[in-house]
Antibody
Framework: EVQLVESGGGLIQPGGSLRLSCTAS????????MHWVRQAPGKGLEWISY????????YYANSVKGRFTISRDSAKNALYLEMNSLRDEDTAVYHC?????????????WGQGTLVSVSS | EIVMTQSPATLSVSPGERATLSCRAS??????LAWYQRKPGQPPRLVIY???TRATDFPARFSGSGSGTEFTLTISSLQSEDFAIYYC????????FGQGTKVDI
């Protein structure tokens, strides 16, 4: 069974840092590209970051570029999101998502998410 | 950035009725479009990708169509488990989502 389990969320003050983790199981993690997507309270889905299967390519949404860093450790079947200089508007549930293997770039499996609350 | 616009924001339908959801891209995205279903307390689930290819978990009453800038998700006969929020997503150039259409009773 494919599973993606996020962790690391919590309450953090503005300007602080947090590291999210996503642990994958039930599939060959090393061959899949992965993403982070967030949903702020009352808002829609926002894609924020991508990493290729071999970590050679990363992309970021403008809203987080320069503050967030995506990485992965395929030996540990883990995806990470390092978040720095956090702002109130970063408050959201953060999901990791698997990209379809092959030619499509849609997301075929998502984790339940972890809540990040940025507040003083 | 490619902007995705969904309509309507809310679609009120009765079980057994047909639901038609629209999604428009600010520029051509070919068929690089997906639809996701989101229920409270659950992560999004892929419904359609490649504009018209149905994901394995979803029955034939779900269908997608369109290309370029105009796309449609049709649920031919709504069942109780289909009431949810549906998001479109483009993956022509990076990834962006529409704001969602809530399908309710």
């Amino acid at each position: 069974e494919v599973q993606l389990v996020e962790s690391g969320g919590g309450l953090i003050q503005p300007g602080g840092s947090l590291r999210l983790s996503c642990t994958a199981s039930g599939f060959t993690f090393s061959v899949y590209s992965m993403h982070w997507v967030r949903q702020a309270p009352g808002k829609g889905l926002e894609w924020i970051s991508y990493i290729s299967s071999d970590s050679s390519t990363t992309y970021y949404a403008n809203s987080v570029k320069g503050r967030f860093t995506i990485s992965r450790d395929s030996a540990k079947n883990a995806l990470y999101l390092e978040m720095n200089s956090l702002r109130d508007e970063d408050t959201a549930v953060y999901h990791c998502a698997r990209q379809i293997y092959g030619s499509s770039s849609a997301f075929d499996f998502w984790g339940q998410g972890t809540l990040v609350s940025v507040s003083s | 950035e490619i902007v995705m616009t969904q309509s309507p924001a809310t679609l009120s339908v009765s079980p057994g009725e047909r639901a038609t959801l629209s999604c428009r891209a600010s520029q051509s995205i070919s068929n690089n479009l997906a639809w996701y279903q989101r229920k409270p307390g659950q992560p999004p689930r892929l419904v359609i990708y490649g504009a018209s290819t149905r994901a394995t978990d979803f029955p034939a009453r779900f269908s997608g169509s369109g290309s370029g800038t105009e796309f449609t998700l049709t649920i031919s006969s709504l069942q109780s488990e289909d009431f949810a929020i549906y998001y479109c997503q483009q993956y022509q150039n990076r990834w962006t989502f529409g704001q969602g259409t809530k399908v309710d009773i």
